[in-house]
């Protein structure tokens, strides 16, 4: 959603395109869907095999010196609550009161941000702290 949110934005912006219904709701969708991956990562923040009360406990020092628990408990949220930050911000372009092309080219913009963070806060099975692409295979 966040990529057809991207691809519409930048169609709008780059063609001058009036604005259309198709596109807010879309915007909506990837607003939504990002909200309820957020419930779902404070759930594991807090609950899960490294949650802030279920996990390994350690001290605010010992997370930040460990590359795993430092990334899951620390960069990993942060970076991923910044980008639905970031995709929020975008769908509230559909309701501001500006000419169509700027609501195009700050949402465009805003969801692409959004994407990068996305992009770089996912633990790829390639980094050191990555999960694999199938897990329990
Ligand atoms: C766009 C939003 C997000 C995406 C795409 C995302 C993606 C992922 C992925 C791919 C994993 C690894 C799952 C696996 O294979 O084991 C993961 C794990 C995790 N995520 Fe997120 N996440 C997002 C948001 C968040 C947020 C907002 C938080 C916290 C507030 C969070 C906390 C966690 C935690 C703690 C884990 C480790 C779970 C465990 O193994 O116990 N995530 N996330």
Redesign the pocket.
């Known amino acids: 959603m966040l990529l057809v949110s991207i691809f519409k934005s930048y169609a709008g912006y780059s063609s001058k395109k009036q604005f259309e219904a198709g596109d807010k709701k879309i915007w909506l969708f990837t607003m939504i869907a990002?909200h309820i991956?957020?419930l779902?990562?404070?759930y594991?923040?807090?609950f899960?095999?490294?949650?802030l009360f279920t996990?390994p406990n350690a001290s605010f020092g010992e997370v930040m010196k460990n590359s795993t628990t430092r990334f899951?408990?620390v960069e990993?949220?942060v970076m991923?609550?910044l980008?639905?930050v970031f995709?929020t911000l975008a769908h509230g372009m559909a309701k501001k009161t500006v000419d169509d092309t700027t609501k195009y080219k700050k949402a465009f913009r805003y969801f692409l941000i959004?994407l990068i963070l996305?992009l770089v806060?996912?633990?790829w099975p390639f980094r050191e702290v990555g999960?694999?692409w199938f897990?329990g295979m």
Do not use: E, K, Y
């Not at 899960?48 to 949650?51: A, E, R, S």
């Open positions: 990002s991956t957020l779902l990562g404070l594991q923040w807090t899960g095999t490294l949650g996990g899951f408990q990993h949220p991923m609550i980008a639905i995709i959004a996305i806060a996912v633990p999960r694999p897990p």
